[in-house]
Structures are given as C-alpha cells and as structure tokens.
C-alpha cells in the first residue's frame, strides 16, 4: 500500500461523513448565532460582550474546507465500488 493511501470500510466512511455533516450543521448554528447577535447589537440594547457567540475557526473558508473532505470521502467510496458488470 501506498504510503499516500488510506483504506476505509464503508460503515468508517459512513460515519465520517455522518461526523462532517453534524459538524457542518453545527457550523451553520454558530453563523446563525452570531448574525443574530450582531443584528441585536445593531437594533436593541447592547449585549454584554462574554455573550457574543465564539466562532469556532475564525476562518472564512472553513465551509470549502467540510465540502473539500466530503468530496475526499465522495471520491473514495466511488473508487472501492466495484465496477458493474456489463
């Protein structure tokens, strides 16, 4: 094997992308929140500040970075079907 290589079974590629997607999902939550509490901070009084919602990465590409490993998976599982018989 390949040292660039890495054999995962289908339920492990299951799980990772299970695991991604409630990443993802938990990602979106924390934009969400962080948008409301700006909108709150523009519209009504202002929040304390330990009540602003941290951003886990502080990155603007961190969505590219969950569809870029989904698509990692995506590729890997298609590589290990077999191929249909004609």
Avoid: W
Avoid at 8 to 13: A, F, I, K, P
Avoid at 17 to 28: D, Q, T
Avoid at 41 to 59: I, N, Y
Wanted: glycine fraction near 4%; proline fraction near 6%; hydrophobic fraction near 40%.
């Amino acid at each position: 094997m390949d040292n660039n290589q890495c054999i995962l079974d289908r339920e492990q590629v299951k799980d990772l992308r299970h695991m991604l997607l409630i990443g993802l999902a938990s990602y979106g939550e924390i934009e969400r929140l962080v948008n409301a509490h700006e909108v709150h901070q523009l519209v009504s009084d202002k929040l304390p500040e330990d009540l602003r919602p941290l951003h886990p990465t502080g990155a603007a590409d961190t969505v590219s970075g969950f569809a870029t490993a989904l698509c990692h998976l995506e590729s890997a599982s298609e590589s290990a079907q077999p191929p249909e018989a004609a």
